[in-house]
């Protein structure tokens, strides 16, 4: 079993560039989430998708957006980039929301000039 | 709100030194507690859990005991290792709720 994947997992964009960030599950997972991950913050909740065909807000979901393409995947979209989205970007899955452990991707590593 | 603070890093060691990584909480109820550890270019991955008053979790040497009366969870190895060096996060789930996460402690272990 794969787990999560993550792609890309480096990418370099100009400030005002659109790009989406791919996540798959190959685990029957039913809810999938988005993290940033920045120094000294930890992680924080981007959105977060309950069962397929449900999103929600998390943390700090200004100047994203997600589509739940199916069960398995979950992609997060940078429509405008801007610097302060410069971060590590980490997909996660659990079998339901109220499951305790998450399983987390490899991470992806956005750099916006 | 819920909320994890963990103690600031690096902390460095030399092999098979004594680990202790301090965590507490803050939570309205009666939360789950875990450890999350996150090697160098990979995503986290759960090392041990507790899930009420007084339990310890424990994981390849890593223990953590579930303090209500001080609301901690420090993390503990007796010998540490090289392999070892990770960024680890303490985090609690309250009703089964998302999890939230402190902001990580990164160990340094040296030779």
């Known amino acids: 079993n794969a787990g999560v994947t993550q792609t890309p997992k480096f990418q370099v964009l100009k400030t005002g560039q659109s790009m989406t960030l791919q996540c798959a599950q190959d685990m029957n997972h039913n809810s999938m989430y988005w993290y940033r991950q920045d120094p000294g913050m930890g992680l924080r909740l981007i959105y977060y998708?309950?069962?397929?065909?449900?999103?929600d807000k998390g943390e700090v979901p200004n100047g994203y957006n997600v589509s739940r393409l199916n069960k398995r995947e979950f992609s997060l979209r940078l429509e405008s980039a801007a610097p302060s989205q410069t971060s590590v970007y980490f997909c996660?899955?659990?079998?339901?929301?109220?499951?305790?452990?998450?399983?987390f991707g490899p991470g992806t590593r956005l750099t916006v000039t | 709100g819920d909320s994890v603070t963990q103690m600031e890093g690096p902390v460095t060691l030399s092999e098979e030194a004594f680990l202790t990584i301090n965590c507490t909480y803050t939570?309205?109820?009666?939360?789950?507690l875990f450890w999350y550890v996150q090697y160098p270019g990979e995503g986290l991955q759960l090392l041990l859990k507790?899930?009420?008053?007084?339990d310890k979790g424990s994981n390849k040497g890593f223990e953590a005991t579930y303090r209500k009366e001080t609301t901690s969870f420090h993390l503990e190895k007796g010998s540490v290792q090289v392999s070892d060096s990770a960024v680890y996060f303490c985090?609690?789930?309250?009703?089964?709720?998302?999890?939230?996460f402190g902001r990580g402690t990164s160990l340094i272990v040296h030779p």
């Open positions: 996660a899955s659990t079998p339901r929301v109220s499951s305790y452990e998450q399983y």
């Open positions: 939570a309205t109820g009666y939360p789950s």
């Open positions: 985090a609690l789930s309250e009703g089964g709720y998302i999890p939230t």
């Open positions: 998708s309950a069962s397929e065909g449900t999103t």
């Open positions: 507790a899930t009420k008053a007084d």
